[in-house]
């Protein structure tokens, strides 16, 4: 199987890219403009054969014979994306479409990464696939909610239009290894502090919720939905939907990592989401998608990384 990775040098593509080359028979390109990914993040996959870096900008035209694209690429975390507005909606938009005319050429099967953001500061709790979302089209993060919202459109627009197999997935919080230290997220943002004894800084009183998935159960609901029938279009949640506050967050990364961090709280951002947790009943139904790994284990992996970083800073 030939298959595409975009945004491959980043958070979840890099993890996508490992679990997909442990199948003998796949051949992987990881295509990235290093926007946000790091080359750090694939060095360990760089040595095997079946693997093949390109440096390129999905906003550019693209012509690769595959079978099989995920569609990774788009600066996620709100630091990043807030620096680069319209170049962020470009990759929705213009990237995600070049992706599909690559897919209808090619017969390729094609899977688009949206996100929760699609709900925006959502009314509905949890949110389920066919909640049409609680989103400022003018806010300083609507350059992402409304270009991941656009994309999802073209994909659906290329399945009835084209019959290309298009499927959406939503990514409610995900964390775990090869997530930037720098990225401003919240799990990264927490653990980095604390592993250095800094002030963790939460904002607004600290109630407002996320429900976390560690990258593997990610990784797992992502290929059952690509090798789903093609008849599953989505768009379908993806997550995990144990809730918690981020107080109960940031004391529980302080009690794991041992640290004398202090809480300290800042102003709540324009546009964040009070609550976040996502419907899993679909992906349970239609994928057999229950994640299985707690959010104590999950971070305990995750501070086993960022220490990992912090070794090899020391010895390099």
């Given at each position: 199987?030939?298959?595409?990775?975009?945004?491959?040098?980043?958070?979840?593509?890099?993890?996508?890219?490992?679990?997909?080359?442990?199948?003998?028979?796949?051949?992987?390109?990881c295509l990235d403009n290093f926007s946000s990914g790091k080359k750090e993040n694939i060095l360990e996959l760089m040595h095997n054969s079946r693997f093949k870096l390109i440096e390129h900008d999905i906003t550019?035209?693209?012509?690769?014979?595959?079978?099989?694209?995920?569609?990774?690429?788009?600066?996620?975390?709100?630091?990043f994306y807030q620096s680069h507005h319209l170049r962020t909606f470009e990759t929705c938009i213009l990237g995600t479409k070049n992706l599909l005319e690559l897919a209808k050429k090619y017969n390729a099967k094609f899977i688009q990464f949206s996100t929760s953001e699609i709900y925006g500061n959502p009314l509905q709790h949890p949110q389920h696939e066919n909640y049409f979302g609680n989103v400022n089209t003018m806010g300083v993060r609507s350059c992402y909610d409304e270009g991941k919202r656009a994309a999802?459109?073209?994909?659906?627009?290329?399945?009835?239009?084209?019959?290309?197999?298009?499927?959406?997935?939503r990514i409610f919080n995900t964390f775990g290894p090869n997530m930037r230290e720098d990225d401003g997220r919240v799990i990264s943002s927490f653990i980095?502090?604390?592993i250095r004894n800094e002030d963790i800084e939460v904002y607004g009183d600290g109630?407002?919720?996320?429900?976390?998935?560690?990258?593997?159960?990610?990784?797992?609901?992502?290929?059952?939905?690509?090798?789903s029938s093609d008849d599953i279009i989505g768009p379908i949640n993806l997550g995990n939907n144990y809730e918690l506050t981020m107080n109960e967050l940031a004391q529980k990364v302080i009690e794991l990592t041992g640290s004398t961090s202090k809480i300290i709280y800042k102003p709540l951002p324009q546009d964040d989401p009070i609550k976040r947790k996502p419907s899993l009943e679909l992906a349970k139904e239609l994928l057999g998608y229950v994640?299985?790994?707690?959010?104590?284990?999950?971070?305990k992996k995750t501070i086993q990384y960022y220490n990992s970083l912090k070794t090899t800073s020391k010895n390099s």
């Open positions: 199987m030939k298959i595409l990775v975009t945004g491959g040098a980043g958070f979840l593509g890099s993890n996508l890219c490992k679990k997909l080359l442990e199948n003998q028979e796949n051949n992987v390109i550019e035209y693209l012509d690769i014979e595959v079978e099989q694209i995920y569609n990774a690429a788009c600066e996620a975390s709100p630091k999802e459109t073209l994909c659906f627009i290329y399945n009835k239009e084209y019959n290309v197999r298009t499927k959406v997935i980095s502090k604390a109630t407002q919720t996320r429900s976390l998935c560690y990258v593997d159960d990610l990784i797992d609901g992502i290929l059952k939905m690509m090798n994640p299985k790994i707690s959010i104590d284990e999950g971070i």
